[in-house]
């Protein structure tokens, strides 16, 4: 309150309006001879009307801070920077005075924190006004974080890495880089030029993500699926498969990985790699971003060893031709390796000899055990006939080889059926060639002639095959 004494006491009371403990407040009375006023903080807070002149006599001291009138009453705090004027200065003047900047009076130069408080984490030590300097610490997994720092002092100025903030507000939202993160808080004082700075560094952990996201490899698909959390896989290849790649993706783009102790580009083939035949071991190795946190995938690629070269036992096969229907056998061999059961196809088909004819077709599987390296043989039958013909071929082919065995060089391969000549010039006598034409014999001293569709068949003629024979003999 204010009190102002000409013939009586006149108090002018600051109703309903507590002073702020710990923080400087400017406060003002002034008087003109007909009214009384109050001021807090450069504004009007109470007024009271009043005439007369101020007394100046012992039994009205003046004071400030404290009044005797009924009872002794002192103010519990700290006074600084009283000024006396000889006349009643205008509100505006008061405004003035408080507002003047770090000149003006009752300005604070508070500019301590009451407290500072983290969204994500605690601070190091734990908070005290006087302490300038924190540390924090939070896992990989928080990626921003906000500050709220409360002024002792209302009227002060509070900055967070610059941006001005509220006292009791949360900072915007402070994006974290792993590793060390300074973050500044400023003070600024109601007087303008006293300031303090908080520093705070938050600790981001790295990534310990060391997990693989898939692996596949290039000369098949391993066993058993993949899994992050499974780290041993195999995989059988036949003998013909001599390397293979690795191609690892990691689940954090921040981690790295080799392939055999070499740097692979995740989601991208490792080099070459080599296999030798039975187990080839070849590691995976993640590591986090944290350098520290490793895991290993382990793949073993076993390699068969040689299943077989599969091939005919010769380009060529010569079957003499009989008067009886007959098997010509064909040998088909097994060399260099025996691993494994495997099997080849093989079929017939013309080359100058037809099928249904001169032989009949054929087809199937041939058969070898694992560790088998027995010869195996074909039959291809063979049509007997007591017609004299030129020597004629049979295709012989093999494919599809099975359980990694090749096909050698010795294929296709021919079946040569060679005609009887001893059984021709026993029944025949003359010069049949070819197919399609009309030739001069003599069978069983008869004359005769012979027409070939096919092959050279002897058949009894009418008379005007009869005719065209005697002019061909002629000729």
């Not at 204010?2 to 002018?12: A, D, L, Q, Y």
């Not at 096919?454 to 009418?462: A, E, M, P, S």
């Amino acid at each position: 309150s204010g009190c102002i004494k000409t013939s009586t006491e006149t108090f002018v009371d600051i109703t309903g309006t507590n002073l702020p403990a710990n923080t400087w407040s400017h406060i003002a009375l002034t008087y003109d001879g007909t009214t009384m006023k109050v001021f807090l903080n450069g504004a009007v807070v109470g007024s009271a009307a009043k005439t007369g002149n101020i007394a100046n006599d012992a039994s009205a001291p003046f004071f400030v801070g404290g009044r005797t009138s009924g009872g002794t009453i002192n103010f519990s705090g700290k006074v600084d920077e009283v000024g006396v004027f000889n006349r009643a200065l205008a509100d505006f003047e008061i405004a003035s005075i408080y507002n003047v900047g770090s000149s003006g009076k009752c300005k604070s130069s508070n500019a301590d924190l009451s407290n500072l408080t983290l969204s994500t984490g605690s601070l190091s030590p734990a908070f005290g006004s006087g302490t300038t300097s924190y540390t924090a610490s939070v896992a990989n997994s928080v990626g921003s974080i906000t500050v709220t720092p409360t002024a002792a002092d209302s009227s002060a100025k509070i900055t967070v890495n610059g941006n001005a903030v509220s006292s009791g507000a949360a900072s915007g939202s402070i994006s974290l880089n792993i590793g060390n993160n300074t973050i500044t808080t400023t003070v600024t004082a109601q007087d303008g030029t006293t300031s303090k700075t908080y520093t705070l560094v938050v600790n981001r952990a790295a990534n310990t993500n060391a997990n693989l996201s898939n692996l596949v490899l290039g000369a098949g698909t391993i066993s058993p699926a993949f899994d992050a959390n499974t780290t041993s896989y195999t995989l059988a290849v036949l003998n013909s498969t001599t390397t293979t790649t690795v191609t690892p993706t990691v689940a954090d783009s921040t981690a790295t990985v080799t392939v055999n102790g070499q740097t692979v580009t995740s989601g991208s083939p490792s080099g070459s790699i080599s296999l030798n035949v039975g187990d080839n071991i070849i590691p995976v190795v993640v590591t986090a971003q944290d350098g520290s946190t490793t895991k290993t995938y382990t793949i073993t690629v076993t390699r068969s060893a040689p299943a077989g070269v599969l091939q005919f036992s010769a380009a060529n096969y010569n079957d003499g031709e009989t008067n009886a229907t007959h098997n010509a056998t064909v040998t088909v061999t097994r060399t260099n390796g025996s691993a494994g059961a495997v099997s080849v196809h093989y079929a017939t088909s013309n080359g100058t000899a037809l099928a249904g004819s001169d032989y009949t077709a054929t087809s199937g599987d041939l058969n070898w055990a694992d560790g088998d390296v027995a010869d195996k043989t074909l039959a291809v039958s063979i049509t007997g006939d007591t017609v004299f013909e030129t020597n004629e071929t049979v295709n012989l082919t093999l494919s599809a080889a099975t359980a990694g065995a090749t096909i050698g060089v010795t294929n296709p391969s021919t079946l040569t059926i060679i005609n009887d000549a001893n059984d021709h010039q026993r029944r025949h006598r003359g010069d049949c060639s070819g197919r399609a034409s009309i030739c001069a014999g003599r069978w069983r001293n008869q004359s005769c002639l012979h027409i070939h569709p096919k092959r050279c068949h002897h058949r009894h003629l009418d008379r005007e095959l009869r005719r065209e024979r005697h002019r061909a003999i002629r000729h």
